[in-house]
């Protein structure tokens, strides 16, 4: 049974970074798409970067584009949300999550292992 914990998360200023991880376990991570999701207070859930299993295709939200970097090590079985210029729309729990196989879309309902997520709060 795949399990995902996310770290990496917590309170930065206006145009600061973070890098988020993601430790996988109980699963060959090859088999899994992957992606970064966040939900903000009063928000719904929005997908913020996909990876495809081989790590070749990345897909990102418009808003984030330019900014976050998603990565995984499948031998390592990790992924990775690396944020630049954060911005304080950037504040919400942001929560790892896989599927297995291939996958186009990077939108919450395509996804069915979750973490438990990590706060990222961006504020003076």
């Known amino acids: 049974q795949l399990q995902l914990v996310e770290s990496g998360g917590g309170l930065v200023q206006p145009g600061g970074s973070l890098r988020l991880s993601c430790a996988a376990s109980g699963v060959t991570l090859a088999d899994y798409s992957m992606g970064w999701f966040r939900q903000a207070p009063g928000k719904e859930r929005e997908g913020v970067a996909c990876i495809s299993r081989s790590g070749g295709v990345t897909d990102y939200a418009d808003s984030v584009k330019g900014r976050f970097t998603i990565s995984r090590d499948n031998s390592e079985k990790m992924l990775y949300l690396t944020m630049n210029s954060l911005r304080p729309g950037d504040t919400a729990v942001y929560y790892c999550?896989?599927?297995?196989?291939?996958?186009?879309?990077?939108?919450?309902?395509?996804?069915?292992?979750w973490g438990q997520g990590t706060q990222v709060t961006v504020s003076s």
């Open positions: 999550a896989a599927v297995v196989g291939v996958n186009w879309y990077c939108g919450p309902n395509e996804y069915d292992h």
